[in-house]
């Protein structure tokens, strides 16, 4: 029987087999590469729903005021260094208060975890930029103002989103949570627009 007739008829050729991709090993080989790779890509993309791509500010750290507080290519303001402050963030219950420039970009980092904000109160002047940054520590949420049509993109668990509006009319507005019924079930706060 001739070589070619070997291959025909089913039985390896001399030395057949031993080349790459001849064998089931090879195979095996590239099967276990694809899914390794589609693993990676998997964790990779929980990973980055969860945020752990971005930077950002916890909620802990201040912010500074003027062109690179908003950072990822958002600006408000040109607050000059050492002006003195005269807007209010007052957080329930730890009495925690930061002040701000009148008529400056502000940014204020709340958390939102079941059913309330860590912030309940946000003082501003008439006429500040606004920028709010919401970090979801437990289940899924979003913060709205009406007045302002202002809405974060709706956030789960370990993500982040943040709004910027003018505070452009004086007086004080519901901030809310809507989604489900959160808001009826006290994940509201105040914001507060002076003159």
């Known amino acids: 029987m001739s070589e070619d007739e070997e291959v025909q008829s089913g039985a390896p050729a001399e030395g057949a087999g031993a080349g790459v991709g001849g064998g089931t090993g090879g195979t095996k080989t590239v099967v276990a590469v694809i899914v390794v790779l589609v693993i990676l890509a998997a964790l990779a993309l929980v990973y980055a729903k969860q945020g752990g791509f971005r930077g950002g500010v916890s909620e802990e750290q201040g912010t500074g005021f003027g062109e690179a507080q908003f950072g990822d290519g958002v600006t408000g303001g040109n607050a000059a260094e050492g002006e003195a402050p005269s807007g209010t963030i007052i957080d ?12 400056q970009a502000q940014s204020f980092d709340l958390t939102a975890k079941n059913f309330e904000f860590s912030l309940k109160e946000i003082r501003v002047k008439i006429g500040d930029t606004v920028r709010v940054n919401v970090t979801s520590t437990e289940g899924t949420h979003n913060w709205k103002v ?13 993500g982040t989103s943040a709004v910027i509006f003018t505070a452009d009319k004086a007086g004080e507005f519901e901030y809310y949570c809507g989604i489900g019924s959160h808001r009826s079930l006290g994940m509201v706060g105040t914001l507060i627009v002076e003159e």
Do not use: I, K, R
């Open 92 to 103: 329930n219950g730890a009495g925690f208060t930061v002040d701000a420039p009148e008529g």
């Open 146 to 158: 009406d007045e302002f049509s202002a809405t974060t993109e709706t956030v789960n668990q370990g």
